[in-house]
C-alpha cells in the first residue's frame, strides 16, 4: 500500500521534488504539482525547494530557477562541474588514444563511445550548457551515430529532437529534401526532412558526433531555411581541427582532433571552449 499523503516528512519532500525536477530538466514544473503530491502547503514546498536549490548549486549538480507568472514554477538546469567536466575530458581523449581505434584512411572508430550511455549523457551535459542561454525549440542532428548525443542534449534542454535522414522513408509522409556537398570528400550527398516533424520559424541548434569539414552543418543550415527556421549554433563531441577551412563557423565542441602521430595513435586534446 502506498503511504498516507499526510505523513511525508520534509526529507522525504526533498527527495521526490528533487527527482522530479532532475529528471525533467528545463523544464517548468507548477508549485501545484508539489503541493497535490505530498499534500502540503505552497509555501511548505517553497521552503522545500530553497533547500533542494542551495544544496544542487553547492556540489555544482545543477541549479533551480523560479519562473514567474501564472504558468510559472520551478525549473532545474543540469550542470556538472569543472572537475567533472576535466574528468570527463580525460576520459574521452585517453580511450580517443587508443590505438586499435584507428581505420584505413586515418579515420577514427568512435561508434561504442558514441552508444555509450553515461559518457554520452556527461557530455550532453556539457554541451548543452553552452546553449542553455539561447531560446531553442529543435535539437537537430543526422542520422546515425549523433543520434544519442543530440536526444541527451535535446533532454537536459527540455526540447524536441529532430532527426534529419540521407534518404526518404514513406513513413514520413511528405519531406523535403536538398542535396549538399559533404566539406571533407566533396561528394554530393542528400539530407531529407518530414514536413511533419517540426514546426515553421523554429531556432534550432545541431548537435552531431563529430565535425570534418562542416558541409553536413552547412547542409543542415540550408535545409532548415526551407522551413523558414534559424540554426542558432552547432555542437560536436570532437571536431577535426586538421580541417582547416570549415563552411560553418559558430560552433562549440569538447574534444579536438588532429590527425594521427607516428606511433599510430590518434593526437586529441579537450577543446579551447570547451
Known amino acids: 500500500m502506498g503511504k498516507d499523503k499526510d505523513k511525508f516528512s520534509r526529507n522525504e519532500r526533498v527527495v521526490g521534488i528533487t527527482k522530479i525536477l532532475t529528471e525533467n530538466p528545463n523544464t517548468v514544473v507548477n508549485l501545484s504539482t508539489f503541493t497535490e503530491l505530498f499534500n502540503a502547503a505552497k509555501s511548505t514546498v517553497s521552503e522545500d525547494i530553497v533547500i533542494v536549490r542551495e544544496i544542487l548549486e553547492e556540489l555544482s549538480m545543477g541549479k533551480v530557477e523560479t519562473v514567474a507568472g501564472a504558468a510559472g514554477g520551478v525549473k532545474f538546469i ?3 562541474s569543472d572537475n567533472e567536466k576535466d574528468g570527463l575530458l580525460e576520459e574521452l581523449c ?3 588514444r587508443e590505438k586499435w581505434r584507428v581505420i584505413p584512411g586515418n579515420f577514427l572508430y568512435i561508434t561504442d563511445i558514441a552508444y555509450n550511455p553515461q559518457l554520452i549523457h556527461n557530455a550532453a551535459v556539457a554541451l548543452a550548457s553552452k ?3 539561447l531560446e531553442v525549440d529543435y535539437v537537430v542532428t543526422i542520422e546515425t551515430k549523433g543520434i544519442p548525443l543530440a536526444y541527451e542534449v535535446a533532454k537536459q534542454l527540455g526540447i524536441q529532437l529532430v532527426t534529419v535522414r540521407h534518404d526518404t522513408k514513406f513513413t514520413e509522409g511528405t519531406t523535403v529534401s536538398i542535396n549538399y556537398v559533404s566539406g571533407s570528400s566533396n561528394r554530393l550527398q542528400t539530407m531529407s526532412l518530414s514536413r511533419k516533424s517540426m514546426n515553421k520559424n523554429s531556432k534550432c541548434i545541431f548537435i552531431d558526433d ?4 562542416g558541409g ?3 547542409g543542415i543550415k540550408e535545409l532548415l531555411n526551407e522551413f523558414d527556421s534559424e540554426l542558432l549554433g552547432c555542437g560536436f563531441l570532437i571536431d577535426n581541427v586538421e580541417m582547416k577551412d570549415k563552411l560553418v563557423k559558430d560552433y562549440v565542441s569538447l574534444v579536438e582532433f588532429s590527425g594521427i602521430d607516428e606511433e599510430g595513435m590518434a593526437i586529441v586534446s579537450p577543446a579551447k571552449d570547451a
Open 216 to 218: 553536413t552543418a552547412k
Open 210 to 213: 563529430f565535425m570534418r569539414a
Open 78 to 80: 543540469n550542470n556538472i
Open 94 to 96: 585517453n580511450a580517443l
Open 131 to 133: 546553449f542553455s542561454h
